[in-house]
Protein backbone atom coordinates (compact mmCIF):
# COMPACT_ATOMS: atom_id res chain seq x y z
CA UNK A 1 0.00 0.00 0.00
CA UNK A 2 1.72 3.30 -1.29
CA UNK A 3 1.40 6.70 0.53
CA UNK A 4 -0.60 9.11 -1.67
CA UNK A 5 0.91 12.36 -0.27
CA UNK A 6 4.86 12.86 1.76
CA UNK A 7 5.41 16.16 3.51
CA UNK A 8 8.73 15.82 4.37
CA UNK A 9 10.91 18.92 6.03
CA UNK A 10 8.71 21.69 5.34
CA UNK A 11 9.89 25.02 5.65
CA UNK A 12 8.39 28.31 5.03
CA UNK A 13 9.27 31.74 7.08
CA UNK A 14 7.40 34.15 6.58
CA UNK A 15 8.05 37.56 8.88
CA UNK A 16 5.35 36.49 12.01
CA UNK A 17 5.29 33.43 11.01
CA UNK A 18 7.01 30.11 10.19
CA UNK A 19 5.80 26.34 9.42
CA UNK A 20 8.86 24.35 10.74
CA UNK A 21 10.21 20.91 9.58
CA UNK A 22 6.36 19.73 8.74
CA UNK A 23 6.71 16.38 8.32
CA UNK A 24 3.75 13.87 7.44
CA UNK A 25 2.72 10.94 5.54
CA UNK A 26 -0.73 10.06 4.01
CA UNK A 27 -1.86 6.44 3.60
CA UNK A 28 -3.71 5.52 0.43
CA UNK A 29 -7.40 4.39 1.25
CA UNK A 30 -7.55 7.04 4.33
CA UNK A 31 -9.21 10.32 4.76
CA UNK A 32 -6.71 12.52 6.63
CA UNK A 33 -8.03 14.98 9.19
CA UNK A 34 -5.88 18.18 9.46
CA UNK A 35 -6.37 20.24 12.35
CA UNK A 36 -5.42 23.04 14.27
CA UNK A 37 -6.87 26.37 15.61
CA UNK A 38 -6.78 29.44 13.25
CA UNK A 39 -3.60 30.38 12.32
CA UNK A 40 -1.84 27.49 13.56
CA UNK A 41 -0.69 26.77 9.53
CA UNK A 42 -2.97 24.85 7.99
CA UNK A 43 -3.43 26.71 4.93
CA UNK A 44 -0.26 27.62 4.42
CA UNK A 45 1.04 24.08 4.53
CA UNK A 46 -1.63 23.01 1.81
CA UNK A 47 -0.31 26.12 -0.36
CA UNK A 48 3.13 24.73 -0.20
CA UNK A 49 1.74 21.40 -0.69
CA UNK A 50 0.01 22.56 -4.08
CA UNK A 51 2.63 24.90 -5.17
CA UNK A 52 0.97 28.68 -4.42
CA UNK A 53 3.53 29.62 -2.42
CA UNK A 54 7.44 28.97 -2.28
CA UNK A 55 8.52 26.99 0.44
CA UNK A 56 11.61 27.70 1.52
CA UNK A 57 12.59 24.32 1.62
CA UNK A 58 11.82 20.70 2.19
CA UNK A 59 10.32 18.16 -0.34
CA UNK A 60 6.87 16.98 -1.26
CA UNK A 61 5.62 13.73 -2.86
CA UNK A 62 2.66 12.89 -4.55
CA UNK A 63 1.87 9.67 -5.69
CA UNK A 64 4.97 8.70 -4.80
CA UNK A 65 6.40 11.97 -7.46
CA UNK A 66 8.29 14.54 -6.59
CA UNK A 67 6.01 17.84 -7.17
CA UNK A 68 8.32 19.55 -8.46
CA UNK A 69 9.51 17.37 -11.32
CA UNK A 70 5.78 16.11 -12.37
CA UNK A 71 3.64 19.15 -11.52
CA UNK A 72 0.99 18.90 -14.74
CA UNK A 73 0.56 15.09 -14.12
CA UNK A 74 0.40 15.01 -10.61
CA UNK A 75 -2.45 18.00 -10.35
CA UNK A 76 -4.44 15.99 -13.48
CA UNK A 77 -5.09 13.38 -10.35
CA UNK A 78 -5.73 15.94 -7.58
CA UNK A 79 -8.83 17.55 -6.97
CA UNK A 80 -8.79 21.17 -4.87
CA UNK A 81 -11.05 22.68 -2.87
CA UNK A 82 -10.02 25.91 -0.82
CA UNK A 83 -12.31 28.06 0.65
CA UNK A 84 -15.54 29.54 -1.09
CA UNK A 85 -14.13 32.98 -2.77
CA UNK A 86 -12.05 31.41 -5.63
CA UNK A 87 -14.12 31.53 -8.36
CA UNK A 88 -14.86 34.26 -10.99
CA UNK A 89 -18.10 35.71 -9.43
CA UNK A 90 -19.51 37.38 -12.48
CA UNK A 91 -19.41 34.09 -14.08
CA UNK A 92 -21.84 31.74 -14.14
CA UNK A 93 -20.94 27.86 -12.54
CA UNK A 94 -21.33 26.58 -16.54
CA UNK A 95 -18.91 29.20 -17.47
CA UNK A 96 -16.58 28.51 -14.89
CA UNK A 97 -17.04 25.00 -15.57
CA UNK A 98 -15.59 25.58 -19.05
CA UNK A 99 -12.59 27.04 -17.70
CA UNK A 100 -11.76 24.29 -15.41
CA UNK A 101 -12.61 20.90 -17.33
CA UNK A 102 -10.54 21.49 -20.04
CA UNK A 103 -7.47 21.53 -17.80
CA UNK A 104 -8.33 18.01 -16.87
CA UNK A 105 -7.60 14.94 -19.31
CA UNK A 106 -9.78 12.93 -17.16
CA UNK A 107 -12.91 15.48 -16.92
CA UNK A 108 -16.09 13.52 -16.95
CA UNK A 109 -19.23 15.48 -17.81
CA UNK A 110 -21.36 12.91 -16.48
CA UNK A 111 -19.74 12.66 -13.31
CA UNK A 112 -20.10 16.83 -13.43
CA UNK A 113 -24.01 16.21 -14.06
CA UNK A 114 -24.72 13.96 -11.73
CA UNK A 115 -22.98 15.84 -8.49
CA UNK A 116 -24.64 18.85 -10.19
CA UNK A 117 -28.40 17.38 -9.77
CA UNK A 118 -27.52 16.04 -6.68
CA UNK A 119 -26.69 18.90 -5.33
CA UNK A 120 -29.23 20.85 -7.18
CA UNK A 121 -26.93 23.47 -8.58
CA UNK A 122 -27.90 25.12 -11.30
CA UNK A 123 -25.48 25.70 -14.00
CA UNK A 124 -26.81 28.92 -15.42
CA UNK A 125 -26.80 30.62 -12.11
CA UNK A 126 -23.94 33.27 -11.65
CA UNK A 127 -21.83 32.27 -8.66
CA UNK A 128 -22.00 35.66 -6.96
CA UNK A 129 -25.43 34.67 -6.31
CA UNK A 130 -24.83 31.25 -4.76
CA UNK A 131 -24.96 30.75 -0.94
CA UNK A 132 -21.70 29.60 0.89
CA UNK A 133 -22.91 26.34 1.21
CA UNK A 134 -23.83 26.05 -2.70
CA UNK A 135 -20.32 26.94 -3.51
CA UNK A 136 -18.75 24.77 -1.92
CA UNK A 137 -20.78 21.61 -2.87
CA UNK A 138 -20.03 23.74 -6.63
CA UNK A 139 -16.36 23.60 -5.70
CA UNK A 140 -16.62 20.00 -4.85
CA UNK A 141 -18.20 19.20 -7.94
CA UNK A 142 -15.39 20.50 -9.82
CA UNK A 143 -13.08 18.42 -7.34
CA UNK A 144 -14.43 15.30 -8.31
CA UNK A 145 -15.57 15.22 -11.79
CA UNK A 146 -11.84 14.33 -12.89
CA UNK A 147 -11.46 11.31 -11.57
CA UNK A 148 -9.09 12.60 -8.99
CA UNK A 149 -7.18 10.33 -7.01
CA UNK A 150 -6.61 12.65 -3.97
CA UNK A 151 -8.68 15.41 -2.59
CA UNK A 152 -6.92 18.49 -1.01
CA UNK A 153 -9.13 20.63 0.72
CA UNK A 154 -8.65 23.87 2.72
CA UNK A 155 -11.35 24.05 5.57
CA UNK A 156 -14.31 23.38 3.52
CA UNK A 157 -16.57 23.12 6.23
CA UNK A 158 -16.08 26.27 7.60
CA UNK A 159 -19.27 28.56 8.03
CA UNK A 160 -21.73 25.87 7.13
CA UNK A 161 -24.55 24.64 8.92
CA UNK A 162 -24.58 20.94 10.45
CA UNK A 163 -26.79 19.43 7.45
CA UNK A 164 -24.36 20.14 4.73
CA UNK A 165 -21.29 19.16 6.62
CA UNK A 166 -22.83 15.86 6.85
CA UNK A 167 -23.55 16.15 3.47
CA UNK A 168 -20.07 16.79 2.69
CA UNK A 169 -18.93 13.87 4.96
CA UNK A 170 -21.06 11.10 3.76
CA UNK A 171 -19.50 11.85 0.10
CA UNK A 172 -16.38 11.34 0.91
CA UNK A 173 -17.24 8.24 2.60
CA UNK A 174 -18.66 7.26 -0.74
CA UNK A 175 -15.51 9.06 -2.86
CA UNK A 176 -12.91 6.78 -0.31
CA UNK A 177 -15.53 3.80 -1.46
CA UNK A 178 -13.99 3.23 -5.14
CA UNK A 179 -10.76 2.10 -3.28
CA UNK A 180 -7.04 3.75 -4.07
CA UNK A 181 -8.39 7.35 -3.01
CA UNK A 182 -6.96 9.66 -0.34
CA UNK A 183 -8.41 12.70 1.32
CA UNK A 184 -7.00 15.50 2.93
CA UNK A 185 -9.01 18.18 4.97
CA UNK A 186 -7.79 21.00 6.93
CA UNK A 187 -10.58 22.18 9.93
CA UNK A 188 -10.96 23.06 13.03
CA UNK A 189 -14.58 21.28 13.26
CA UNK A 190 -13.18 18.35 15.19
CA UNK A 191 -16.53 16.93 15.73
CA UNK A 192 -16.59 15.69 11.90
CA UNK A 193 -13.38 14.64 11.95
CA UNK A 194 -14.81 12.26 15.12
CA UNK A 195 -17.00 9.99 12.17
CA UNK A 196 -14.83 10.02 8.95
CA UNK A 197 -11.23 10.73 10.01
CA UNK A 198 -8.61 7.48 9.64
CA UNK A 199 -5.59 10.02 10.47
CA UNK A 200 -5.40 12.78 12.10
CA UNK A 201 -2.71 15.36 12.06
CA UNK A 202 -1.82 18.32 14.43
CA UNK A 203 -0.34 21.25 13.58
CA UNK A 204 0.48 24.47 16.15
CA UNK A 205 2.50 27.21 15.71
CA UNK A 206 3.91 26.12 12.36
CA UNK A 207 5.03 22.75 13.77
CA UNK A 208 3.64 19.10 13.77
CA UNK A 209 2.08 18.00 17.10
CA UNK A 210 0.97 14.59 16.24
CA UNK A 211 0.22 12.37 13.59
CA UNK A 212 -1.78 9.45 14.73
CA UNK A 213 -4.37 6.77 13.65
CA UNK A 214 -7.98 8.29 14.46
CA UNK A 215 -8.96 5.62 16.46
CA UNK A 216 -5.86 4.78 18.41
CA UNK A 217 -5.85 8.42 20.15
CA UNK A 218 -9.74 7.94 20.78
CA UNK A 219 -8.60 4.23 22.58
CA UNK A 220 -5.53 5.72 24.16
CA UNK A 221 -6.34 8.98 25.17
CA UNK A 222 -9.12 9.74 28.80
CA UNK A 223 -10.58 12.25 30.61
CA UNK A 224 -9.59 12.08 34.47
CA UNK A 225 -11.80 13.84 36.94
CA UNK A 226 -11.11 13.68 40.86
CA UNK A 227 -10.33 15.38 44.18
CA UNK A 228 -7.06 18.03 43.05
CA UNK A 229 -6.27 17.27 46.60
CA UNK A 230 -4.80 14.17 45.97
CA UNK A 231 -2.52 15.61 43.30
CA UNK A 232 1.35 16.29 43.85
CA UNK A 233 3.95 17.12 41.71
CA UNK A 234 4.35 13.28 40.67
CA UNK A 235 0.96 12.45 40.08
CA UNK A 236 0.87 15.62 38.20
CA UNK A 237 3.13 14.85 35.29
CA UNK A 238 1.16 11.73 34.15
CA UNK A 239 -1.42 14.94 32.58
CA UNK A 240 -0.98 16.06 29.31
CA UNK A 241 -3.18 19.00 30.22
CA UNK A 242 -4.83 19.52 33.74
CA UNK A 243 -7.19 22.13 34.27
CA UNK A 244 -8.20 22.93 38.49
CA UNK A 245 -11.06 24.33 39.81
CA UNK A 246 -12.00 24.80 43.62
CA UNK A 247 -14.29 21.93 43.10
CA UNK A 248 -11.55 19.27 41.39
CA UNK A 249 -9.55 18.80 38.41
CA UNK A 250 -9.83 17.66 34.94
CA UNK A 251 -6.92 15.96 33.04
CA UNK A 252 -6.20 14.68 29.42
CA UNK A 253 -3.79 11.64 29.60
CA UNK A 254 -3.04 8.46 27.78
CA UNK A 255 -1.77 6.94 31.00
CA UNK A 256 -4.87 5.39 32.04
CA UNK A 257 -3.50 2.77 33.86
CA UNK A 258 -1.17 4.42 35.97
CA UNK A 259 -3.54 6.78 36.96
CA UNK A 260 -5.67 4.70 37.90
CA UNK A 261 -3.25 3.07 40.47
CA UNK A 262 -1.39 6.17 41.70
CA UNK A 263 -4.95 8.14 42.19
CA UNK A 264 -7.43 6.96 43.55
CA UNK A 265 -11.48 7.68 43.40
CA UNK A 266 -11.48 9.42 39.38
CA UNK A 267 -13.66 9.31 37.23
CA UNK A 268 -12.75 8.21 33.62
CA UNK A 269 -14.26 9.13 30.70
CA UNK A 270 -13.41 9.13 26.69
CA UNK A 271 -12.41 12.18 25.29
CA UNK A 272 -13.30 13.90 22.08
CA UNK A 273 -10.62 14.98 19.25
CA UNK A 274 -11.49 18.29 20.35
CA UNK A 275 -10.19 17.90 24.41
CA UNK A 276 -7.11 15.82 22.83
CA UNK A 277 -5.96 18.59 20.01
CA UNK A 278 -6.73 21.15 23.32
CA UNK A 279 -4.96 19.24 25.34
CA UNK A 280 -1.77 19.13 23.29
CA UNK A 281 -1.91 22.69 22.41
CA UNK A 282 -2.35 23.34 25.97
CA UNK A 283 0.44 21.33 27.37
CA UNK A 284 2.85 22.40 25.29
CA UNK A 285 2.48 25.94 27.09
CA UNK A 286 3.11 23.95 30.32
CA UNK B 1 -21.01 -13.45 12.26
CA UNK B 2 -22.49 -10.80 14.94
CA UNK B 3 -19.54 -7.83 15.38
CA UNK B 4 -21.09 -5.07 17.62
CA UNK B 5 -18.78 -2.54 18.80
CA UNK B 6 -19.70 -0.17 21.72
CA UNK B 7 -18.14 3.35 21.83
CA UNK B 8 -18.55 3.60 25.10
CA UNK B 9 -16.56 0.77 26.32
CA UNK B 10 -13.40 0.76 27.68
CA UNK B 11 -12.05 -1.69 25.88
CA UNK B 12 -10.01 -0.64 22.03
CA UNK B 13 -12.35 -0.30 18.77
CA UNK B 14 -9.55 -3.13 17.27
CA UNK B 15 -9.75 -5.56 20.68
CA UNK B 16 -13.87 -5.47 20.62
CA UNK B 17 -13.84 -6.48 16.81
CA UNK B 18 -11.04 -8.97 17.38
CA UNK B 19 -12.87 -10.93 20.28
CA UNK B 20 -15.93 -11.26 18.56
CA UNK B 21 -13.89 -12.79 14.67
CA UNK B 22 -12.30 -15.01 17.14
CA UNK B 23 -15.87 -15.94 19.54
CA UNK B 24 -17.45 -16.14 15.72
CA UNK B 25 -14.72 -19.30 15.00
CA UNK B 26 -14.80 -20.78 18.77
CA UNK B 27 -18.23 -21.15 18.50
CA UNK B 28 -18.11 -22.66 15.18
CA UNK B 29 -19.89 -20.10 13.22
CA UNK B 30 -16.76 -19.43 11.10
CA UNK B 31 -14.79 -22.58 10.26
CA UNK B 32 -11.27 -23.36 8.59
CA UNK B 33 -11.64 -21.35 5.08
CA UNK B 34 -14.18 -19.52 5.05
CA UNK B 35 -13.08 -15.91 3.54
CA UNK B 36 -13.31 -13.28 5.85
CA UNK B 37 -14.92 -9.31 4.37
CA UNK B 38 -12.25 -7.42 2.14
CA UNK B 39 -10.92 -4.91 4.60
CA UNK B 40 -12.72 -2.15 2.82
CA UNK B 41 -16.32 -3.53 3.18
CA UNK B 42 -15.48 -4.85 6.55
CA UNK B 43 -14.74 -0.86 7.49
CA UNK B 44 -17.55 0.64 5.94
CA UNK B 45 -20.06 -1.53 7.09
CA UNK B 46 -18.67 -1.96 11.08
CA UNK B 47 -18.35 2.48 10.18
CA UNK B 48 -14.55 2.08 11.84
CA UNK B 49 -11.20 3.46 10.26
CA UNK B 50 -10.13 1.14 7.42
CA UNK B 51 -6.89 1.28 9.82
CA UNK B 52 -8.44 -0.44 12.47
CA UNK B 53 -9.33 -3.31 9.96
CA UNK B 54 -6.14 -3.35 9.20
CA UNK B 55 -4.49 -3.53 12.71
CA UNK B 56 -7.44 -6.54 13.21
CA UNK B 57 -6.20 -8.61 10.36
CA UNK B 58 -2.46 -8.25 10.44
CA UNK B 59 -2.95 -9.15 13.98
CA UNK B 60 -4.73 -11.41 14.22
CA UNK B 61 -2.56 -13.08 11.51
CA UNK B 62 0.44 -12.64 13.40
CA UNK B 63 -1.65 -14.99 16.43
CA UNK B 64 -2.20 -17.80 13.55
CA UNK B 65 -6.34 -17.49 13.46
CA UNK B 66 -6.47 -16.13 9.73
CA UNK B 67 -4.39 -16.38 6.59
CA UNK B 68 -4.21 -13.59 3.71
CA UNK B 69 -3.89 -15.23 0.58
CA UNK B 70 -2.35 -12.12 -2.08
CA UNK B 71 -5.08 -11.23 -4.46
CA UNK B 72 -7.93 -14.00 -3.03
CA UNK B 73 -8.37 -12.27 0.16
CA UNK B 74 -8.47 -12.68 3.76
CA UNK B 75 -9.31 -16.70 5.32
CA UNK B 76 -9.53 -18.11 8.60
CA UNK B 77 -7.14 -20.85 9.73
CA UNK B 78 -8.85 -22.83 12.27
CA UNK B 79 -5.21 -25.01 13.28
CA UNK B 80 -5.10 -22.54 15.96
CA UNK B 81 -8.66 -23.06 17.33
CA UNK B 82 -6.67 -25.03 19.72
CA UNK B 83 -5.03 -22.17 20.71
CA UNK B 84 -7.55 -20.08 20.95
CA UNK B 85 -9.31 -22.03 23.40
CA UNK B 86 -6.02 -21.69 25.31
CA UNK B 87 -5.76 -18.29 25.56
CA UNK B 88 -9.71 -18.18 26.47
CA UNK B 89 -9.01 -20.63 29.29
CA UNK B 90 -5.72 -18.56 30.47
CA UNK B 91 -7.94 -14.97 30.23
CA UNK B 92 -10.35 -16.47 33.03
CA UNK B 93 -7.66 -17.89 34.75
CA UNK B 94 -5.94 -14.85 34.80
CA UNK B 95 -9.02 -13.04 36.10
CA UNK B 96 -9.18 -15.94 38.60
CA UNK B 97 -5.68 -15.21 39.70
CA UNK B 98 -6.66 -11.74 40.54
CA UNK B 99 -9.81 -12.71 42.24
CA UNK B 100 -8.14 -14.97 44.55
CA UNK B 101 -5.55 -12.26 45.76
CA UNK B 102 -7.84 -10.29 46.60
CA UNK B 103 -9.83 -12.80 48.55
CA UNK B 104 -6.49 -13.93 49.93
CA UNK B 105 -5.97 -10.04 50.85
CA UNK B 106 -9.05 -9.22 52.05
CA UNK B 107 -9.04 -12.59 54.71
CA UNK B 108 -11.81 -14.41 52.29
CA UNK B 109 -11.70 -18.35 52.89
CA UNK B 110 -11.38 -20.49 50.02
CA UNK B 111 -14.99 -22.24 50.88
CA UNK B 112 -16.56 -18.52 50.95
CA UNK B 113 -15.05 -17.49 47.81
CA UNK B 114 -16.03 -20.89 46.12
CA UNK B 115 -20.01 -20.11 47.65
CA UNK B 116 -20.25 -16.32 45.87
CA UNK B 117 -19.15 -17.57 42.64
CA UNK B 118 -21.91 -19.95 43.10
CA UNK B 119 -24.30 -17.21 43.65
CA UNK B 120 -23.01 -15.04 41.32
CA UNK B 121 -22.94 -17.84 38.50
CA UNK B 122 -26.44 -18.49 38.96
CA UNK B 123 -27.68 -14.70 38.65
CA UNK B 124 -26.38 -13.93 34.80
CA UNK C 1 -5.19 24.52 -22.66
CA UNK C 2 -3.70 28.37 -24.25
CA UNK C 3 -7.40 28.70 -25.51
CA UNK C 4 -9.60 27.89 -22.73
CA UNK C 5 -7.41 30.59 -20.40
CA UNK C 6 -7.77 33.21 -23.70
CA UNK C 7 -11.70 32.36 -22.98
CA UNK C 8 -11.37 32.42 -19.81
CA UNK C 9 -10.67 36.61 -19.97
CA UNK C 10 -13.06 37.07 -22.45
CA UNK C 11 -15.61 35.66 -20.08
CA UNK C 12 -14.74 37.43 -17.31
CA UNK C 13 -14.73 40.68 -19.50
CA UNK C 14 -17.03 40.34 -21.66
CA UNK C 15 -18.79 43.40 -22.17
CA UNK C 16 -15.95 45.45 -21.84
CA UNK C 17 -14.18 43.27 -24.62
CA UNK C 18 -17.00 44.08 -27.08
CA UNK C 19 -16.83 47.97 -26.42
CA UNK C 20 -13.70 48.23 -26.96
CA UNK C 21 -13.18 45.95 -29.70
CA UNK C 22 -15.88 47.93 -31.39
CA UNK C 23 -14.45 50.97 -30.64
CA UNK C 24 -11.49 50.02 -31.99
CA UNK C 25 -13.02 48.51 -34.88
CA UNK C 26 -14.78 51.97 -35.40
CA UNK C 27 -11.50 53.62 -35.41
CA UNK C 28 -10.33 53.69 -38.88
CA UNK C 29 -13.63 54.47 -40.22
CA UNK C 30 -13.56 58.04 -38.60
CA UNK C 31 -9.63 58.50 -39.44
CA UNK C 32 -11.00 57.66 -43.33
CA UNK C 33 -13.44 60.13 -43.00
CA UNK C 34 -11.65 62.67 -41.08
CA UNK C 35 -7.93 62.15 -42.98
CA UNK C 36 -8.78 60.46 -45.88
CA UNK C 37 -4.68 61.20 -47.38
CA UNK C 38 -3.12 60.30 -44.38
CA UNK C 39 -1.22 56.81 -44.16
CA UNK C 40 -2.73 54.01 -42.38
CA UNK C 41 -0.04 53.71 -39.84
CA UNK C 42 -1.22 56.39 -37.01
CA UNK C 43 -4.39 54.87 -37.06
CA UNK C 44 -3.16 51.33 -37.11
CA UNK C 45 -0.94 52.35 -34.33
CA UNK C 46 -3.41 53.96 -32.18
CA UNK C 47 -5.98 50.86 -32.69
CA UNK C 48 -3.09 48.35 -31.13
CA UNK C 49 -1.76 50.25 -28.42
CA UNK C 50 -5.65 50.72 -27.21
CA UNK C 51 -6.78 47.65 -27.87
CA UNK C 52 -3.87 45.84 -26.10
CA UNK C 53 -3.06 48.05 -23.18
CA UNK C 54 -6.70 49.17 -22.47
CA UNK C 55 -8.20 45.75 -22.96
CA UNK C 56 -5.63 43.83 -21.00
CA UNK C 57 -6.22 47.02 -18.31
CA UNK C 58 -9.95 45.51 -17.88
CA UNK C 59 -9.45 42.31 -18.18
CA UNK C 60 -6.86 42.16 -15.61
CA UNK C 61 -8.73 44.64 -13.23
CA UNK C 62 -11.47 41.55 -13.23
CA UNK C 63 -9.41 39.24 -12.74
CA UNK C 64 -8.32 40.99 -9.78
CA UNK C 65 -11.36 41.24 -8.11
CA UNK C 66 -11.22 37.44 -7.95
CA UNK C 67 -7.64 36.99 -6.28
CA UNK C 68 -7.96 33.23 -5.21
CA UNK C 69 -9.25 32.26 -8.60
CA UNK C 70 -6.05 32.71 -10.28
CA UNK C 71 -4.95 30.33 -7.32
CA UNK C 72 -7.49 27.78 -8.12
CA UNK C 73 -6.00 27.54 -11.64
CA UNK C 74 -2.42 27.29 -10.44
CA UNK C 75 -3.76 24.09 -8.48
CA UNK C 76 -5.04 23.05 -11.86
CA UNK C 77 -2.90 20.99 -14.86
CA UNK C 78 -3.27 25.17 -16.46
CA UNK C 79 0.44 25.89 -14.20
CA UNK C 80 1.52 28.83 -13.66
CA UNK C 81 3.74 28.85 -17.32
CA UNK C 82 0.66 28.27 -19.60
CA UNK C 83 -1.29 31.14 -17.55
CA UNK C 84 1.95 33.66 -18.61
CA UNK C 85 2.04 32.06 -22.06
CA UNK C 86 -1.80 32.89 -22.31
CA UNK C 87 -1.58 36.52 -21.84
CA UNK C 88 1.03 36.59 -24.59
CA UNK C 89 -0.85 34.64 -26.99
CA UNK C 90 -3.80 37.50 -26.00
CA UNK C 91 -1.14 39.84 -27.48
CA UNK C 92 -1.23 38.20 -30.81
CA UNK C 93 -4.48 37.94 -31.02
CA UNK C 94 -5.66 41.87 -30.53
CA UNK C 95 -2.94 42.61 -32.87
CA UNK C 96 -4.37 40.25 -35.84
CA UNK C 97 -7.59 41.91 -34.73
CA UNK C 98 -6.66 45.03 -35.16
CA UNK C 99 -4.67 44.01 -38.33
CA UNK C 100 -7.69 42.52 -39.65
CA UNK C 101 -10.33 45.58 -38.80
CA UNK C 102 -7.83 47.93 -40.06
CA UNK C 103 -7.47 46.33 -43.63
CA UNK C 104 -10.85 45.63 -44.17
CA UNK C 105 -12.59 48.85 -43.18
CA UNK C 106 -9.68 50.68 -45.38
CA UNK C 107 -10.78 48.54 -48.32
CA UNK C 108 -14.00 49.16 -47.72
CA UNK C 109 -13.77 52.91 -47.27
CA UNK C 110 -10.35 54.47 -48.66
CA UNK C 111 -7.96 52.05 -50.60
CA UNK C 112 -5.35 54.20 -50.42
CA UNK C 113 -4.55 53.81 -46.86
CA UNK C 114 -3.70 50.01 -46.79
CA UNK C 115 -0.91 49.46 -44.75
CA UNK C 116 2.34 47.57 -46.19
CA UNK C 117 4.97 45.61 -44.58
CA UNK C 118 7.17 48.60 -43.32
CA UNK C 119 4.23 50.26 -41.48
CA UNK C 120 2.65 47.12 -40.12
CA UNK C 121 5.93 45.98 -38.40
CA UNK C 122 6.65 49.61 -36.91
CA UNK C 123 3.47 49.27 -35.16
CA UNK C 124 4.49 45.76 -34.49
CA UNK C 125 7.97 46.61 -32.61
CA UNK C 126 6.24 49.97 -30.55
CA UNK C 127 3.30 47.74 -29.60
CA UNK C 128 5.82 44.90 -28.57
CA UNK C 129 8.02 46.93 -26.70
CA UNK C 130 4.98 48.50 -24.97
CA UNK C 131 3.45 45.48 -24.21
CA UNK C 132 6.70 43.37 -23.26
CA UNK C 133 7.80 45.96 -20.82
CA UNK C 134 3.76 46.23 -19.03
CA UNK C 135 3.79 42.92 -18.92
CA UNK C 136 6.35 41.84 -16.19
CA UNK C 137 5.46 44.41 -14.42
CA UNK C 138 2.11 43.60 -13.93
CA UNK C 139 3.24 40.32 -13.17
CA UNK C 140 5.50 41.34 -10.45
CA UNK C 141 3.37 44.24 -8.74
CA UNK C 142 -0.36 43.36 -9.54
CA UNK C 143 -2.55 45.65 -11.92
CA UNK C 144 -3.05 48.48 -10.14
CA UNK C 145 0.49 48.87 -8.68
CA UNK C 146 1.40 48.87 -12.93
CA UNK C 147 -1.05 50.94 -13.97
CA UNK C 148 0.44 53.82 -11.45
CA UNK C 149 3.91 52.61 -12.63
CA UNK C 150 3.13 53.15 -16.22
CA UNK C 151 1.07 56.24 -16.15
CA UNK C 152 3.61 57.57 -13.97
CA UNK C 153 6.42 57.01 -17.10
CA UNK C 154 4.21 57.74 -19.45
CA UNK C 155 3.77 61.75 -18.06
CA UNK C 156 7.37 61.62 -16.74
CA UNK C 157 7.81 60.55 -20.40
CA UNK C 158 5.70 63.01 -22.03
CA UNK C 159 8.10 65.65 -20.48
CA UNK C 160 10.42 64.29 -22.76
CA UNK C 161 10.26 65.67 -26.15
CA UNK C 162 10.06 69.50 -24.21
CA UNK C 163 13.50 68.54 -22.83
CA UNK C 164 14.74 66.46 -26.43
CA UNK C 165 13.91 70.01 -27.77
CA UNK C 166 16.05 71.57 -25.71
CA UNK C 167 18.94 69.31 -26.60
CA UNK C 168 18.41 69.09 -29.89
CA UNK C 169 20.53 71.72 -30.97
CA UNK C 170 23.55 70.47 -29.44
CA UNK C 171 23.27 67.20 -30.81
CA UNK C 172 24.69 66.14 -34.64
CA UNK C 173 24.01 62.71 -35.17
CA UNK C 174 23.90 62.18 -38.90
CA UNK C 175 20.65 60.42 -39.70
CA UNK C 176 20.73 60.37 -42.71
CA UNK C 177 22.05 56.66 -43.37
CA UNK C 178 18.53 55.44 -42.57
CA UNK C 179 16.97 56.38 -45.39
CA UNK C 180 19.64 53.97 -47.64
CA UNK C 181 18.80 51.10 -45.55
CA UNK C 182 17.03 49.10 -47.90
CA UNK C 183 13.05 48.59 -47.21
CA UNK C 184 13.74 44.54 -47.23
CA UNK C 185 16.70 44.65 -44.41
CA UNK C 186 14.54 46.99 -42.33
CA UNK C 187 11.32 44.90 -42.29
CA UNK C 188 13.59 41.61 -41.31
CA UNK C 189 15.08 43.71 -39.09
CA UNK C 190 11.97 45.61 -37.38
CA UNK C 191 10.51 41.23 -37.29
CA UNK C 192 13.54 40.01 -35.65
CA UNK C 193 13.70 43.12 -32.81
CA UNK C 194 9.74 42.32 -32.67
CA UNK C 195 10.33 39.02 -31.70
CA UNK C 196 13.42 39.41 -29.50
CA UNK C 197 11.47 41.63 -27.39
CA UNK C 198 8.42 39.73 -26.87
CA UNK C 199 10.41 36.71 -26.29
CA UNK C 200 12.55 38.28 -23.43
CA UNK C 201 9.60 40.07 -21.85
CA UNK C 202 8.15 36.32 -21.56
CA UNK C 203 10.75 34.38 -20.50
CA UNK C 204 11.22 37.68 -17.50
CA UNK C 205 7.46 37.19 -17.19
CA UNK C 206 7.01 33.67 -16.80
CA UNK C 207 10.65 34.06 -14.02
CA UNK C 208 8.39 36.23 -12.17
CA UNK C 209 4.98 34.68 -12.14
CA UNK C 210 6.81 31.15 -11.04
CA UNK C 211 8.26 32.64 -7.85
CA UNK C 212 4.48 34.60 -7.29
CA UNK C 213 3.06 33.64 -4.00
CA UNK C 214 -0.66 32.97 -4.26
Known amino acids: ?286 | MKVIISNSSDVPLYQQIKEQIKDAVFMGELSEGDPLPSIRSFANDLKVSILTIRRVYEEMEAEGFIVSRAGLGTFVSVKNIELLRDSKRRLVEEKMQEMIQSAKTLSISKEELITMMDILYEED | MLFHLIKKDFLIAKTHILIILILIGVMPLIYARLEPNMSGFFPFLYMVIVGEIVLLQSVSQLEAKNPKAAALLCTTPYVRNTIVKAKYVFFILIFTYCYVMHTVITLLVNKTNLLDANSILMVLLISVIIYGTYMPIEFKYGVIKAKFIFITTILVISLGPMLLSNLLPYITIDFSILPTIPPGIMNIVLALVSIAVFAVSMMVSLKIFSKKEL
Open chain 1, 1 to 286: MGNILEVSGLHKAYKDFSLTDVSFTLPEDCITGFIGINGAGKTTTIRAILGLVQKTSGMIKIFGKNMEDNEQEIKNRIGVVLDESCFYEDLTMKEMKSVIAPAYSEWSDKDYKEYMDRFSLNPRQKISTLSKGMRMKFALTLALSHSADLLIMDEPTSGLDPLIRSQLLEIMTDYMKQGGKGVFFSTHITSDLEKVADMLILINDGKILFEQEKDDLLDNYRLIKGDNRILNDENKKLFLSLRTTDFGFTGVTNKVAEAQKSIPDIIVEKTTIEDIMLAHIEGGNK
